[in-house]
């Protein structure tokens, strides 16, 4: 099954360091039967960019506690980790496509990852700071968060990670 993981910069450097990267609680994002009944249209490729975007905005929340820790050397651009995985399970509990796997994911099993360029980092940084609020319905704090969201992710191959992640000095 294709999940997809919600990131930061610095997990994704552990992935490139390590070969492998283990999601926050097990979670991951994919097109569960809970996310395919609550859209009443679309083929499967519509319904896996909604499992993909509800990661990037997981990842969003993520950034949100890195930058609240003075992560500040922390880039602000969302990252999904797209992989293929077998033990998979629903998680009812969260967002209709949340699923939790068991154990890490490794890199051989990653199919590409997603991340923000360089010019969403100011929309991805202002969303960070206001996605509690947005969460809980304050429509500015949600007008942020789709700002940031009108930002496309790029797509990257496995084999680019690490020249991705690289201190340019």
């Given amino acids: 099954m294709r999940i997809y993981v919600p990131a930061t910069w610095p997990m ?5 360091k390590t070969g492998e990267m283990l999601p926050i609680g097990g979670t991951a994002f994919a097109l569960t039967p809970r996310l395919r009944e609550r859209y009443t249209a679309g083929d499967d490729e519509d319904l896996e960019y909604a499992a993909m ?5 997981a990842s969003l929340r993520l950034l949100a506690v890195e930058l609240g820790l003075g992560e500040d050397a922390t880039p602000s651009r969302r990252v999904v980790v797209s992989a293929d995985l077998e033990d998979v399970t ?3 509990d969260l967002d209709d496509g949340a699923v939790r796997i068991a154990g890490t994911v490794p890199l051989e099993k990653v199919a590409a990852v997603h991340v923000d360029t360089e010019d969403a980092e100011y929309a991805v940084r202002q969303a ?10 304050d429509m ?11 930002h496309e992710l790029a797509w990257y191959d496995p084999s680019e990670i ?5 201190d340019p000095g």
């Fill in 12 to 16: 994704l450097r552990r992935l490139a």
């Fill in 53 to 57: 975007t509800e990661a990037a905005r």
């Fill in 90 to 92: 629903p998680r009812p």
């Fill in 128 to 137: 960070a700071g206001a996605i509690d609020a947005a969460d809980l319905g």
């Fill in 140 to 150: 500015d704090a949600d007008f942020l968060v789709g700002e940031a969201e009108d």
């Fill in 162 to 166: 690490v020249f991705l992640v690289a």
